[in-house]
């Protein structure tokens, strides 16, 4: 069947009525302070180069943390969806240990969003010096920032609300998995979704009605305002035959402005969306600052955890099942330090075999680019306290998730799979100086890198394009750098190495799509330039060929903070993601994705999360 499409310009004006008066000089002191305070500590932080800040002083004492039915170790984007739902039943005790701690008013802007990353909300991991990739950044690592708090990484995320296209998931299907066909996981994105249906006088927006929830838990809105440059990017890919749909509709080719986990222009978390219903049901215990180090596994049956708190350790026991939800680089981590993982692996590590799985050995990861473009608009000149003022009425360029405004999907000629788009464009706004520049430190550039490609000409409106290829042919690895589980373990995404290139070539094709569109009569009215890159890697290279654009894709290209496949589906965990060969034990988490998606994976985090509940309670005959 086919939707009925609905087009709805309401003329609800939004921003008004909500919360506070402009004048409320004390609300706005306060933010001004907070921003400014955590600017500094941004400036300063360096980020973790391990977990040690967890270790106990002895390894030898161990308190007894009780038995609970089931044990969820993580509150990220899954675990926090997993923890409501079971909840749900009376009668059942679940016990939630999550490393971080509760959100705060900082992280709850959206602008923020990247600068969060430099604050211990942010694990820090970073990759191993890379060949392919990241070779503008120090020592050729590329960042992997996670969240750490309860909400995971949701507390730090760019906030874009997208599904991924019905192919992502029909690919697994064939490749086995029919329970996770587009037709069986769209129920639960309805269930968690409360999906907009009003928005500013004006805005183009499209919702395919059938497809959407509005009684879910997760808030998704379309931010205001949009940036100046927003009509004339939305007007260039009309220009080019793609229209604005509903990219969260099964996602064909096309564009939108960009839906966000935001209410009223604030960070809407998976804490906020899951945990805080659920925060006072007496069968549900949270321990925050709580690091689990191990599994304890019995004949080949899970039947707790250990873990470190306040300088000491505890373990837990769980009668019924323990889900592992510690994201696509904990998760492994924790399954590989208990045993389950490649043979060789662990026994070059010295951790005894409980089940030979090839846990970490096929990260999967975007890889992403961004180009820098100058229009004739002016910037905005407002004060950082007009900016708060707007943002306590809920819109403005601090409510605006820093990285998203419109994006739009496409299919380049090296996909050969039908309606599978395979690159995404985002249009990646400048509201003037509402943030600070950070992102020398966030993105681990080398200085030069810095110079020559990120830093922007103050006295032009520069705006972004973020490129991403989506459909990742190279494998990477996720291994243990040691049996010590306060190491960080290794990352290595190993990106642009497979062996036909496609990965390159599907990257190339985007640039030329962006190039296409800055041709277009809509973004010539403003008078849009390329910001060459002028990485003296790729100096010597004929500008804007082929070979040039390949140079700067090795440079500047990195993973986009996506990264799945390390406790893949089929390999590590079966379909109703119990790992194999051990009992009362899943994995459910970003890491069982088995193949990159079509879109962001936040929101397929939260389906899995209400899928793998509701198998769960099916297993257990409860609903
Ligand atoms: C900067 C950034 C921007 C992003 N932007 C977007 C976006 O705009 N849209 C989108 O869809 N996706 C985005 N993502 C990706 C998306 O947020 C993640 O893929 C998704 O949140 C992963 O969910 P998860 O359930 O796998 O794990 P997470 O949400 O990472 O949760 C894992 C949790 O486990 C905890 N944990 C880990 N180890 C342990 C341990 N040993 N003991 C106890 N607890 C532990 C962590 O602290 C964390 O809270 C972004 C990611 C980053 C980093
Ligand atoms: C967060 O801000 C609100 C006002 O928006 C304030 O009432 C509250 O005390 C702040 N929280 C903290 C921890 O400072
Ligand atoms: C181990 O598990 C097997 C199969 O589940 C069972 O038959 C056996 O009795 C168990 N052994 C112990 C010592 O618990
Ligand atoms: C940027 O911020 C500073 C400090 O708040 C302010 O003085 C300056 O006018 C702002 N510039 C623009 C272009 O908005
Ligand atoms: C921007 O550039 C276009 C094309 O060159 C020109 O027509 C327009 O007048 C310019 N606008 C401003 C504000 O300078």
């Not at 994105?189 to 497809?211: H, L, M």
């Not at 190491?487 to 390159?504: E, V, W």
């Not at 988490?589 to 962001?600: C, M, N, Q, V």
Request: glycine share 8%.
């Amino acid at each position: 069947m086919i939707p009925i499409r609905v087009i709805i310009l309401s003329v609800l004006v939004f921003g008004s009525g909500y919360g506070v008066e402009e004048d409320d000089t004390n609300l706005v002191d306060y933010y001004e302070q907070l921003i400014n305070i955590e600017y500094e500590n941004a400036a300063k932080y360096k980020l973790d180069k391990n977990a040690k800040r967890y270790k106990p002083d002895s390894e030898k004492q161990n308190t007894d943390f009780g038995t609970y039915d089931f044990i969820i170790v993580g509150s990220g984007s899954t675990g926090s969806v997993i923890a409501n739902r079971l909840t749900e039943i009376n009668n059942w005790n679940v016990l939630l240990i999550e490393a971080g701690g509760y959100e705060n008013n900082f992280t709850d802007i959206p602008a923020m969003t990247t600068i969060s990353l430099l604050s211990d909300y942010n694990w820090g991991f970073l990759s191993v010096p890379q060949k392919t990739s990241c070779l503008g950044m120090k020592n050729q690592r590329c960042p992997f920032p996670r969240g750490r708090a309860l909400g995971g990484t949701t507390v730090v995320n760019g906030l874009a609300y997208s599904r991924g296209s019905q192919e992502s998931f029909n690919q697994w299907a064939k490749m086995g998995f029919p329970e996770w066909s587009y037709d069986k996981v769209l129920p639960y994105y309805i269930k968690a979704e409360d999906y907009p249906t009003e928005w500013k006088e004006g805005q183009e927006i499209v919702i395919d009605s059938d497809v959407h929830g509005k009684d879910g838990p997760l808030i998704v809105e379309f931010s205001e305002p949009e940036s100046k440059e927003y009509p004339n990017y939305i007007g260039a890919n009309e220009d080019l035959g793609y229209k604005v749909i509903d990219l969260n509709a099964g996602t064909d080719e096309g564009v939108s402005k960009a839906p966000t986990n935001t209410q009223h222009g604030r960070r809407y978390s998976a804490y906020k969306a899951y945990i805080k219903p659920a925060e006072s049901r007496g069968n549900l215990k949270i321990i925050t600052q709580s690091y689990v180090t191990k599994l304890i596994i019995e004949n080949s049956t899970a039947t707790g955890v250990r873990f470190a708190h306040n300088g000491k350790y505890y373990t837990a026991k769980a009668s019924k099942e323990i889900i592992v939800s510690a994201g696509s680089i904990s998760s492994p981590q924790i399954l590989m330090l208990s045993g389950i993982g490649p043979k060789k692996h662990l026994k070059s590590k010295k951790i005894n075999l409980i089940k030979n799985l090839e846990v970490g050995s096929a990260l999967r990861e975007h890889i992403g680019i961004s180009l820098y473009f100058s229009s004739n608009y002016t910037l905005e000149n407002k004060q950082l306290r007009e900016y708060i003022q707007e943002f306590l009425r809920g819109v403005g360029g601090l409510a605006a998730p820093g990285p998203n405004d419109a994006f739009g999907f496409y299919q380049t000629k090296v996909e050969t799979i039908e309606n599978y788009p395979d690159i995404e464009l985002i249009l990646v706004p400048n509201f003037g100086n509402v943030t600070k520049d950070f992102s020398e430190k966030i993105l681990n550039l080398k200085d030069v890198t810095y110079q020559t490609y990120t830093k922007q000409d103050p006295n032009k409106r520069i705006f972004r394009i973020d490129l991403f290829g989506l459909h990742t042919h190279s494998t990477g690895t996720l291994r243990l750098n040691s049996n010590n589980p306060f190491d960080y373990p290794l990352i290595d995404p190993n990106l642009l190495t497979d062996k036909n290139n496609r990965d390159i070539n599907t990257l190339f094709e985007a640039i030329n799509m962006v190039m296409k569109l800055i041709q277009t009569p809509s973004m010539k009215k403003i008078d849009t330039q390329l910001v060459i890159p002028q990485l003296p890697a790729c100096r010597n290279l004929k500008k804007l060929s082929q070979p040039f654009w390949e140079c700067v894709i090795h440079q500047v290209g990195h993973p986009v903070y996506h990264p799945v496949g390390t406790c893949p589906m089929g390999q590590v965990v079966d379909e109703n993601l119990k790992v194999y060969g051990v009992d009362k034990l899943r994995v459910a988490d970003a890491s069982i994705f088995p193949l990159t998606l079509t879109g962001h994976p936040n929101a397929p985090c939260v389906m899995l999360g209400e899928k793998v509940s509701d198998i769960i309670k099916s297993l257990y005959g409860v609903k």
